[in-house]
């Protein structure tokens, strides 16, 4: 799965998470999770799992 990950540019799953996260606060189950200052608080786990060995971020 890894090697699969490493291939995929980023910027073409994108816009999955838009369409998902959009659906999502359309139908209200974002609602529990929305911050007075209208963010959201969302916890995502998964990363290590499908972890990629190639590195997209830049350390600061």
Do not use: W
Not at 48 to 59: D, H, L, M, R, T
């Amino acid at each position: 799965m890894r090697k699969a990950v490493d291939c995929i540019d980023t910027q073409q799953i994108n816009p999955c998470f838009s369409i998902l996260f959009r659906h999502l606060q359309r139908g209200k189950q974002l609602f529990p999770y929305k911050l007075e200052s209208d963010h959201y608080l969302i916890a995502i786990d998964g990363s290590q799992y499908f972890s990629s060995e190639k590195s997209i971020a830049q350390v600061v």
